[in-house]
């Protein structure tokens, strides 16, 4: 709240199909356990790619990784929500015009960090 009233945080509420910025303008995108909720996740990493400068970076970060984990499956079912692998994130991310990589750890959570090119 410091930050706000201080001007150096703006919190905006958007549709991240429909982002309120302007083409090339933002230098990093976090997704933190979210892309689970997108409605259209092709339209959205499109939106990403757009707003992003050259060079910019798109980073996703989600604890499940796939489906069929008994722990994701069962909060999947129940919030319904989609499950992206981490292969099926890095091929559409590439095709849209990203260079991505991705880490699984131990447990399956998932990193992928993409580079708009």
């Known amino acids: ?3 706000i009233r201080d001007g150096r945080c703006k919190i905006i ?9 302007e083409d090339e303008s933002i230098n990093i995108v976090t997704a933190f356990e979210t ?3 997108w409605k259209n996740i092709e339209v959205s990493f499109r939106e990403i790619h757009r707003v992003l400068v050259k060079d910019g970076q798109f980073l996703i970060c989600n604890e499940g990784a796939y489906r069929e984990h008994k ?11 989609e499950v992206y692998s981490p292969e099926y994130l890095t091929e559409t991310l590439n095709k849209i015009g990203f260079k991505c990589e991705h880490h699984l750890d131990e ?10 090119l």
């Open 1 to 3: 709240s410091e930050a």
């Open 35 to 37: 892309i689970y909720f």
């Open 107 to 116: 447990k399956e959570h998932v990193v992928l960090l993409a580079r708009k």
């Open 13 to 21: 509420e958007a549709d991240v199909a429909k982002l309120p910025f």
């Open 71 to 81: 722990n994701i499956k069962k909060w999947a079912d129940m919030l319904d929500f």
